[in-house]
């Protein structure tokens, strides 16, 4: 039994006594709906897939045992997450954190959180510990992305500058790499973004040519998902309660610019079918 320096996250769902209490009554989720969002968080099956398969994200980066020792808490509504401090161990545990924030962003259900790194006694039966203390502390106050000078609780999974500069000073290509892609940075504060996921890629070669209309298609069908995941969210939330209202306010945001993000890959899609304009930016890009 000791305290040992891991990488520690904690997610919460935002509005889950009000998504219970609409339960109860039939007004809003089913039982069976409000268990599911639980799964979203994770289970303990996560750490017998590291240890069958070892690492899932940047499989190569050094570990020191192929779980991770990854360990996952889950009480009601929020989940405790913890791994060793290594490569492997701090981009596994980010995944899953961003992996549990994009499941419930597709339900239409925010959440909060705090990813640090400290000291923590974890096992099935015990979660104590310091590093535990700081997530559990730090997720009320989180200020990412906040829209006015004294708002807190925004409704984000903030990192911890230990853990980013953790990041930042490793020299693990495949780490730096897919951490960027779960996160967004304001300011000196980093925040897992799932939003940014929420966007159209294509490619076009002699394998797969390029087809306009699909690639419009395709696009359109974004634009509509993530026009439904707003409404989603919107239905969620409690219309009385201003601070729930403000957070939502986050979320519709964040969707309203891959809306943009959507007009933008239809103007570049319409571009590269024209003749004219679509050589001169293949010729640009190299194809």
């Not at 590291?50 to 360990?71: A, H, K």
């Not at 966007?199 to 306009?212: I, T």
Request: negative net charge.
């Amino acid at each position: 039994m000791e305290f040992v320096e891991r990488f520690i996250g904690y997610v919460d769902v935002l509005g889950f006594e009000s998504l219970v209490e609409a339960a109860e009554v039939g007004t809003g989720l089913s039982l069976d709906e409000l268990i599911s969002l639980l799964k979203d968080l994770g289970t303990s099956d996560q750490r017998l897939q590291f240890e069958r398969n070892g690492p899932i994200v940047c499989p190569q980066s050094s570990y020191s045992t192929r779980n991770l020792d990854f360990r996952i808490t889950q009480v009601s509504d929020c989940v405790v997450i913890s791994a060793e401090v290594s490569p492997a161990g701090v981009i596994n545990l980010v995944n899953h954190c961003w992996g549990a924030a994009m499941m419930l962003l597709h339900k239409g259900i925010m959440c909060r959180g705090f990813i640090t790194r400290g000291k923590i006694h974890h096992t099935a039966e015990h979660l104590v510990g310091s590093g535990y203390q700081r997530a559990y502390r730090n997720e009320k106050n989180v200020s990412a992305f906040k829209q006015e000078a004294n708002e807190r609780g925004t409704p984000f999974v903030e990192v911890d500058s230990n853990v980013s500069e953790y990041v930042d000073k490793c020299s693990d290509n495949c780490v730096k790499m897919m951490f960027s892609r779960f996160v967004k940075r304001d300011g000196d504060l980093v925040a897992l973004f799932p939003f940014q996921a929420l966007s159209h890629s294509f490619m076009s070669s002699g394998a797969r040519p390029f087809k306009a209309e699909a690639e419009l298609r395709a696009n359109e069908n974004l634009r509509g998902r993530i026009r439904r995941l707003k409404e989603c969210v919107l239905t969620h939330v409690d219309s009385t309660n201003r601070r729930a209202v403000q957070k939502a306010g986050h979320y519709i945001r964040a969707l309203d610019d891959q809306l943009d993000v959507c007009d933008e890959t239809e103007d570049f899609i319409t571009a590269l079918d024209s003749p004219i304009l679509g050589r001169s930016i293949m010729e640009e890009f190299g194809s």
